[in-house]
């Protein structure tokens, strides 16, 4: 059983992803850049796999959202308009000792250095958009910016998608993708880095509607997280901002907060952004922006209600909350490692082995097993070592269910399959074993 209260160290957590390929540091070879990340070849099936969860559960499974991608990089005037340019800034700080600079709100109004004791300076606003030049020409015309947030993209998209679909408000866009901040302080691996991927949905409500698709929305990312991703609930907890922490487009926000190894921090932010992007398109491109309800015969400019979220964190938590050691023997080396991930969110969904790697017929039997699954799912194949180091290196990257061919398989054509978490072994025939398997990644 999981240790209800167990927290696993960063340190433990960040060795495992190295150690299996889920999380690189980025660019190593050359010393590394701060703020960056490489998704190995597992890291990219968990990434994929939660954002086929979030948008199985935000766009395919609803009637009122449609998906969008849009481009990453996008002009000055469209970030002079949003408002990102001269608000979206943090209050950064340097040590006059030592140099090294430090986001004023994480230092919880400390006025010497956490580092080396030194002095602080004044706090000043620090832009955090990356800027970049479009073209040949570097004049003021051609400066863009990386977006910050996918949702800039959303809403200057509003009418391509309301005029394009036959959608009517209330419903929503969503977007997963790359967004860049040139954070001021990095760190706690993937929790907060340079370049992230979001998953933002902008809900078009109509106004006075909005309070009550705020609670919708709260509640429904709360079921998402507890339910659909299998986070504990005792681990996570909803926050709301207090006026002065609010964003300059916010009129309501909750944050879901997770209790992370390095304390409870933001995970998700559920905002009310009211008419205020709509608005300040509709100013800054002179494009009427408004909506027209047929029914009620009005006209107005949306509310929008907007739960964000970020791929990356999303995946730290997941591994968080997945995490366990457990003793499974009187023998101190009698310990295993396990992420008792949700099967939908596994890399790998089953692994096969042939009991022995020097047995032709059990091996060419494993094999043929393994190609008829590796169609229907991710599928991992392992023939070194003894079975139970193969069982411990799976329990280690969360492969929900392992098959092995044994010298039984031959005479009955039935196979070993063993359960991750319970570690019970049953026999099952080979004929259904695909049926077997997408019944219970079905069930979860
Ligand atoms: P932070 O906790 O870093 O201060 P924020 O309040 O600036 O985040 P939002 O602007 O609300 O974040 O962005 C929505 C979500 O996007 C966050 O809840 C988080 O999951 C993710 N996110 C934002 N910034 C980063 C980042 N630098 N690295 C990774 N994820 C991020």
């Known amino acids: 059983m999981a240790i209800e209260e167990q927290i696993v160290s960063m340190d433990k957590l960040v060795a495992l992803c190295k150690r299996r390929g889920f999380v690189f540091g980025s660019s190593e070879l050359y010393g590394g850049l701060s703020g960056f990340w490489d998704y190995g070849p597992l890291g990219v099936e968990l990434k994929q796999n939660i954002k086929r969860a979030w948008w199985r559960a935000n766009v395919h499974l609803r009637d009122d959202v449609v998906g969008l991608e849009s481009a990453l990089i996008m002009p000055s005037a469209i970030w002079a308009a949003s408002g990102h340019l001269q608000n979206f800034n943090d209050p950064l700080v340097e040590c006059q000792s030592c140099k090294r600079r430090f986001r004023a709100d994480d230092l919880e109004g400390a006025t010497v250095c956490p580092q080396c004791g030194g002095p602080l300076s004044e706090a000043r606003q620090f832009n955090t958009m990356f800027q970049t030049q479009v073209g040949p020409v570097a004049d003021e015309g051609s400066i863009a910016y990386l977006r910050p947030e996918t949702a800039q993209g959303t809403f200057v998209n509003f009418k391509n998608v309301l005029q394009s679909t036959p959608h009517k408000i209330p419903f929503g866009i969503a977007q997963i993708g790359k967004s860049f901040r040139n954070e001021i302080t990095t760190g706690n691996f993937i929790f907060r880095s340079r370049e992230f991927e979001q998953m933002e949905l902008e809900f078009f409500v109509k106004p006075g509607t909005d309070d009550e698709w705020f609670d919708y929305w709260r509640d429904e990312r709360m079921r998402w997280w507890t339910h659909d991703i299998g986070i504990r609930p005792q681990n996570i907890r909803l926050r709301d901002h207090a006026v002065s922490e609010l964003s ?12 992370y190894p390095f304390g409870t921090r933001e995970l998700e932010g559920v905002a009310d952004r009211t008419d205020f992007d709509l608005k300040a398109h509709m100013a800054g491109s002179g494009i009427d922006l408004t909506y027209y309800d047929d ?30 050691e457990e003793q499974t023997g009187p023998k101190p080396s009698d310990r295993r490692t396990v992420l008792r991930l949700k099967s939908q969110l596994a890399p790998y ?7 022995v790697a020097n047995k032709p017929d059990l091996v060419a039997r494993a094999r043929s097993i393994y190609a008829t699954l590796k169609p229907e799912m991710m599928v991992a194949w392992d023939s070194i070592g003894n079975v139970g180091k193969r069982y411990r290196r799976q329990d280690e990257v969360g492969t929900p269910w392992c098959v092995t061919v ?21 026999r099952h025939p080979v004929v259904g074993l695909s049926d077997l398997f997408r019944e219970r990644l079905v069930a979860g």
């Open 295 to 324: 029914e009620t015969q009005e006209r107005y400019v949306p509310y929008v209600i907007e739960p964000a979220v970020g791929v990356d964190r999303t995946f730290l938590v997941v591994l968080l909350d997945a995490y366990d």
């Open 248 to 259: 300059h487009y916010s009129k309501q926000t909750s944050d879901f907060e997770y209790r």
């Open 406 to 426: 044994d010298y039984q398989t031959l005479e009955d054509s039935t196979v070993t399959v063993r359960d991750r978490d319970t570690m019970t072994q049953e």
């Open 349 to 355: 969904k089953v692994a096969v082995f042939p009991l």
